[in-house]
C-alpha cells in the first residue's frame, strides 16, 4: 500500500494505491468543495463500507448499498500515527461528485465544485468522443491533431493499446 498527496485546484488530496486499485481519501475534497464532513460520511458509511487494516484487502462489492465501493483504509499519517481514512476508488469519484447538486452548496464554494465537476464531464466527454483523455495540469506529448494523426496511422485498436501502455 502507497500512498501519495496530489495537487488539484489549490487542494491537497490523499490518493492511496492498494491490492491495484487507486483509492482517494474522501474527508479533503469534502472539506474543500465546503461540504459537511459529517452529513457525507454518514451518507457513506451507512453503505455496506469494507474495512481496510495494513496489509488486507478492500473487497470490491457492486451492491446498491454500497454503489461507490467506499472503503476505510489505515495508513500512517504524517505524524506517525495509524489514521483510518474513508476511501472511494478514483474510478468512482466522478459519479459522487455529480450527484452533489452545486446550488445546494456555500456560495464561496460553488466555483470549485463546478470546476471539479467540469473537469470530470470534459474527460467523460474526450473519453467517449475521442477515444482518449488528457490531465492538462500535466499536458500532453502530443496535440489532439497529432493524436488523430496516430490513431489514423496506426487504427484504433493499436492507438488505444499502444496509449494504455504509455499511460501506465
Known amino acids: 500500500m ?18 491495484g486499485t487507486e483509492y482517494v481519501a474522501l474527508r479533503p475534497i469534502v472539506e474543500a468543495i465546503g461540504l459537511n464532513w459529517y452529513g457525507q460520511s454518514e451518507k457513506f458509511n451507512c453503505m455496506d463500507i469494507q474495512t481496510v487494516e495494513n496489509k488486507s484487502s478492500c473487497v470490491d462489492i457492486h451492491t446498491t448499498e454500497n454503489k461507490f ?9 504524517a505524524d506517525g500515527k495509524n489514521r483510518k481514512m474513508l476511501c472511494i476508488p478514483i474510478k468512482k469519484l466522478n459519479g459522487w461528485l455529480f450527484s452533489i447538486n452545486p446550488n445546494k452548496v456555500k456560495p464561496e464554494i460553488r466555483e470549485k465544485l463546478i470546476a471539479y465537476q467540469e473537469e470530470c464531464f ?15 495540469r500535466y499536458g500532453s506529448r502530443f496535440s489532439k491533431a497529432e493524436h488523430a494523426y496516430l490513431r489514423n496511422l496506426f487504427g484504433e485498436k493499436h492507438y488505444l493499446a499502444f496509449f494504455a501502455e504509455v499511460k501506465n
Open 2 to 19: 502507497t500512498s501519495e498527496i496530489v495537487e488539484f485546484k489549490g487542494d491537497n488530496l490523499v490518493t492511496v494505491y492498494h491490492n
Open 69 to 77: 465501493n467506499c472503503c476505510h483504509i489505515t495508513t500512517v499519517a
Open 122 to 136: 470534459q474527460v467523460l466527454h474526450d473519453y467517449w468522443n475521442t477515444g482518449y483523455a488528457v490531465n492538462q
